[in-house]
């Protein structure tokens, strides 16, 4: 696998920044990291040798410049750039913050494909894998903008499955349940490190090396096998309405 070349976007922290360690350090992967952040890229490369590329997904320009500057063919494009803002209700929640998420989730992904999928077809086995949430697939209240990013990020993966199937390019999408990474709740909650460590109280949640180990998993597989959906979950979450926590001084 060593002569493959992947890219993965928002490779500052969390998935992408384990997702990055995984496919160098596990399959010999040539990984471009891409982020907003260079200071963490460059720790990353330090650690890795991953080359990296500074832009911000929600940049045409920066965008234009990543598919520029990328070196040699690409043969896997893990969109993992993503996020959510705030806590509130449909009728309550930021129109700001929906079209923020909705740029972010959604609009970023697509722009990336489309600037790197001429590299993934002409390479004769690309990947584009999505990775996007269960929040994708049933929503939850509160979760408003976001949710709704992110069916509409499930759907454009469906769609473009479609539209690619016979191209040679696999299109993978990967849904995380709960996944405790180091900035995902603190940036939805604003900072408020009491509102973000709430969220896994009582249970043992997935870890970002989990999500990165379930993507270099997919992308690993021999090349005729697609793996349209994986769908993951900690043990105790069955699902947004069915979460069992354990009380605090439980063993």
């Known amino acids: 696998m060593e002569h493959l070349h992947a890219v993965v976007t928002g490779a500052s922290s969390g998935i992408g920044y384990e997702t990055v360690r995984s496919l160098t350090r596990d399959h010999a992967m040539r990984v471009t990291a891409v982020a ?13 040798g991953c080359a990296v590329i500074q832009a911000d997904i929600t940049s045409q320009d920066d965008v234009d410049r990543l598919a520029r500057e990328v070196d040699g063919p690409v043969h896997v494009l893990v969109n993992n750039a993503g ?6 209700t449909v009728a309550e929640s930021s129109l700001e913050a929906w079209s923020a998420q909705y740029e972010l989730n959604v609009v970023g992904t697509v722009r990336v494909t489309q600037a790197l999928l001429p590299a993934l077809t002409a390479s004769g086995r690309g990947d584009v894998v999505v990775v996007t949430s269960t929040a994708g697939h049933e929503p939850y209240e509160q979760g408003a903008g976001y949710v709704a990013a992110k069916h509409a990020a499930v759907a454009m993966t469906r769609t473009l499955r479609l539209e690619l199937t016979g191209t040679g390019v696999r299109v993978i999408e990967i849904a995380p349940g709960m996944v405790r990474t180091e900035e995902f ?18 249970i043992e949640p997935l870890t970002a090396h989990d999500i990165a180990d379930a993507i270099t998993w997919a992308v690993t597989r021999p090349h005729h096998v697609n793996i349209d959906q994986l769908v993951i979950r900690p043990r105790e979450q069955a699902g947004a309405a069915k979460t069992v926590r354990r009380p605090s001084n439980t063993p």
Do not use: H
């Open 36 to 48: 907003r952040r260079r200071d963490r890229l460059d720790e990353l490369a330090a650690q890795t």
């Open 83 to 88: 996020g959510a803002i705030g806590w509130d």
């Open 185 to 202: 709740s603190l940036n939805r909650f604003a900072g408020d490190d009491r509102a973000a460590d709430a969220v896994y109280e009582g």
